[in-house]
């Protein structure tokens, strides 16, 4: 650059210097803002490849397929630390702490000798599997690229609803392949796969399936698969027979040229030839059959770069429901948090409706979508609450008529506990479909039938078979020598009923309210006045013997969790709960005594899904996420703002091992963006959030209504870290705690933020969160 240019150049950044400093430049977008690597790596299981909000397919790399046992890590397929790719297969979940999925591999060969075995991590260039370099890795909401060394083959990714295609970019002059794995599989063992199947049918089209006895026994899958280019031939190989079906070897497309494999260990070679162009593939998924899927692949046209368009458009739109203002690092980390927010539940229903439902038979959705992938133990506490805020009610409708459409279906008829692929796993406690769709009708979310969905809550918790509620319903406990996890079962069974009671009392069915709101206090049945902890009782009302409050052992008397995480979780009753302990004083003390323990001497290596902790508190599980809040029932609110400052700042960050523990299908997300705006819902069923602090300098929820609402924190930075007074459209507020009612309304809320804290905000009994639930102190 020669000095007169440069002499240009600066006065041009003076002047832009002038500009800006009048009008801030927009900030990046929010597509931009979202790193889907985040918790790819430590605890988070999350993955990086190209799906569309609740989408149906999510494409993404595997890295390691490992036994059963060893496959925790490994819950995504993904991990970011691994340097090989095995290949991209098309359902995943995002952050689960167990796993199955990871359906029809697909990876890319060149050249003329072509290896149909998966290779070796430990042993690189063996196999299909193919060495890669993170320098070439791209990912974007909707969008994933990656080199892969072995074959020189540019990788790239995209999804929409229902469909997924690859786009492959050979070297060359080389014949392109593309090997199809119907064997592989998250979680894996012998004899998982059942049965599969595979055909070219006579266009070229692709189509197959298998089942699984997985997580969820018996799931049946089905695809769809249509290349950009001719195939020049093929071969089929039943590895468990080891006989290779080698098929056409020329470009016909007769009928004499289908070609059509069963077995339990299928795996395909498709080739293509040299090509001249990028190769791309399409595949569609479905539950019903193959030819559903060929439906779905039709019902989404247009070729890769039509698709990820659409996917963009479709990610501006959802991402956009919340705009962030943050320094860099908070706004990147927050905006990854709300894109892992909007994956799940996943459509599950085919384009014209239809689906399989848990009791194996086809259904059909009339007048919404089925979705499935339901971790409800984890998500009833943020997600959902999250997703009436941010998404359409059509959305929140869905999800709430595909769990009355599962009961209905369901051989036991009762509600999803932890459902994917229209399949029960019977895994975690608890019934919280119920508290989603109490939550939900509260809220005022029309499109669905409530008597329908009541009669299902109903029939949900007095499903005496089920997880020792015949005993809870005569006992007013679940007795732990007859149900494992009692103390947990407990607990969580009376949040349930009180959101049962909730919705019945605003319903008047004054009977169904009063017999569950006498149940919503059962918790107090397990509460140990004397020690000051939840404990596990026998069935002769003793309670069990040894205790030790910082064990953790599976199947024992709590869930994932101890004496610790779950004598806290009464969120119906904080104030009872509050009276048990002593009061106030007594009740900040404990707090502390559980964030500040010293866990030297204590061992939880055995445990899976124990991560996170600040003493034995345990961000990365959930029944921890609300204990913060509680300082603030507790009249004092500038603890919990010590306190989240202290979780956000040790258990989140804008990097690969970002997530302190498994971002179980958006919870530990869910809980950063409402943590970031400033507000907690620690009682979904109430309709009203806990204040905590903000993290954000600003942030704006655009209500599926067209009204927005503005968070704003005015003096924000790691020195004041307290909130010094809070404002209501303009107003002083002086209560711990806004109705969801206020936040559709539109407005603001404004936090001013000081470096010390104010003992008085928030503190009268008045004002304080507890006074929402209808057990507050002199209730009950």
């Known amino acids: 650059m020669s000095r007169l240019s440069i002499l240009a150049a600066l006065c041009l950044g003076t002047a832009a210097s002038l500009a800006t400093a009048q009008t801030a430049p927009a900030p990046a977008s929010a597509i931009s803002a979202v790193d889907p690597f985040i918790g790819t790596g430590g605890e988070g299981h999350t993955f990086p490849g190209a799906t569309a909000p609740f989408g149906m397919i999510q494409l993404s790399p595997d890295t390691e397929i490992k036994p059963f046992k060893q496959s925790y890590k490994w819950a995504a397929g993904y ?11 098309h359902t995943h979940f995002s952050g689960a702490g167990h796993s199955d999925l990871g359906d029809f591999l697909v990876m890319p060969a060149s050249g003329d000798e072509v290896s149909l075995d998966p290779g070796d991590s430990a042993k690189p260039g063996t196999g299909y599997r193919s060495r890669f370099s993170h320098d070439t890795e791209v990912a974007t909401p909707g969008y994933y690229a990656v080199t892969l060394t072995d074959p020189q083959v540019r990788a790239e990714l995209t999804a929409g609803t229902r469909v997924g295609v690859h786009r492959y970019a050979f070297p060359s002059g080389k014949s392109a392949h593309l090997v199809l794995d119907l064997a592989s599989s998250i979680y894996n063992y012998p004899g998982k796969v059942l049965w599969s199947s595979i055909r070219i049918r006579p266009d070229g089209t692709i189509t197959g399936a298998r089942e699984t006895r997985g997580w969820a026994p018996g799931r049946k899958l089905f695809f769809a698969m249509r290349a950009s280019a001719p195939l020049t031939g093929h071969a089929f190989v039943n590895r468990e027979t080891d006989l290779p079906y080698k098929g056409f070897q020329g470009p016909g497309r007769g009928q004499q040229d289908v070609a059509q494999l069963q077995g339990r260990d299928l795996v395909a070679r498709l080739d293509f030839g040299a090509l001249a162009a990028p190769l ?40 956009g429901a919340v705009e962030i203002d943050a ?69 929140n409708a869905d999800f709430v008529n595909s769990l009355i459409a599962s009961r209905q279906d369901s051989p036991f008829g009762i509600l999803p506990v932890w459902q994917f692929n229209g399949r029960e796993t019977w895994t975690m406690i608890g019934y919280h479909a119920v508290p989603v769709i109490a939550d939900a009708y509260l809220k005022g979310i029309k499109g669905f039938d409530a008597k329908a969905a009541l009669d299902a809550m109903v029939a949900s918790a007095d499903y005496a078979p089920y997880g020792g509620l015949g005993d809870y319903m005569k006992l007013g406990y679940v007795p732990i020598d007859r149900e494992p996890e009692a103390a947990s079962k407990t607990v969580e069974y009376a949040y349930d009923d009180w959101t049962i009671a909730r919705m019945a009392r605003a319903m008047g069915r004054k009977d169904i309210a009063d017999r569950f709101e006498k149940r ?3 918790w107090r049945n397990s509460f140990d006045t004397r020690t000051g902890f939840l404990r596990a009782r026998k069935a002769d009302g003793s309670y069990r013997e040894p205790f030790d409050p910082t064990a953790i052992n599976y199947g024992s008397d709590y869930t994932e969790g101890n004496a610790w995480q779950y004598s806290w979780f009464a969120p119906q009753d904080q104030g009872g709960l509050i009276r048990t302990l002593g009061g106030d004083a007594a009740t900040v003390k404990k707090l502390d005594a559980m964030f500040d323990f010293d866990n030297s001497k204590v061992d939880y290596s055995h445990a899976e899904d124990i991560a996170g902790l600040i003493g034995q508190y345990i961000h990365g599980n959930e029944p921890s996420h609300h204990v913060a809040y509680l300082y603030s029932f507790a009249g004092s609110p500038w603890r919990t703002q010590e306190r989240l400052k202290q979780i956000v700042d040790s258990q989140y960050k804008p990097t690969p091992d970002g997530l302190s523990g498994n971002d179980d299908l958006g919870q530990m997300s869910a809980w950063l963006v409402f943590t970031s705006l400033g507000f907690y819902p620690v009682a979904p069923g109430t309709g009203e959030y806990v204040i905590g602090r903000p993290f954000v300098d600003r942030a704006v929820l655009n209500l599926p209504s067209g009204k927005r609402f503005t968070i704003r924190a005015e003096g924000l930075s790691d020195a004041n870290r307290y909130v010094g007074q809070v404002f209501l459209d303009g107003k002083p507020l002086a209560r711990g705690f806004i109705r969801h009612s206020e936040i559709e309304a539109g407005g603001e809320l404004r936090f001013v933020m000081q470096a010390t804290p104010n003992a008085t905000w928030a503190t009268a009994e008045k004002d304080r969160p507890y006074s929402m639930t209808g057990y507050s102190a002199g209730k009950k």
């Open 79 to 89: 991990r970011h630390e691994d340097s090989s790719i095995l290949g991209f297969s």
């Open 280 to 319: 791309e593939f399409k595949v569609a998924l479905s539950s019903v059959d193959e030819d559903a899927a060929i439906a779905n692949l039709d019902s989404e046209p247009g070729d890769f770069d039509a698709i990820r368009s659409a996917t963009r458009a479709a990610w501006e739109k959802a991402l």
């Open 327 to 395: 320094a860099p690092a908070m706004r990147r980390t927050v905006y990854t948090a709300l894109y892992h927010t909007l994956l799940a539940p996943s459509v599950f229903g085919d384009a014209d409706g239809r689906y399989r439902g848990p009791d194996d038979q086809v259904r059909k959705a009339s007048g919404f979508t089925f979705h499935s992938t339901f971790s409800l133990w984890d998500t009833f506490r943020a997600e959902h609450p999250l997703l009436t805020l941010i998404q359409p009610e059509k959305r």
């Open 520 to 522: 919503a206090l059962y």
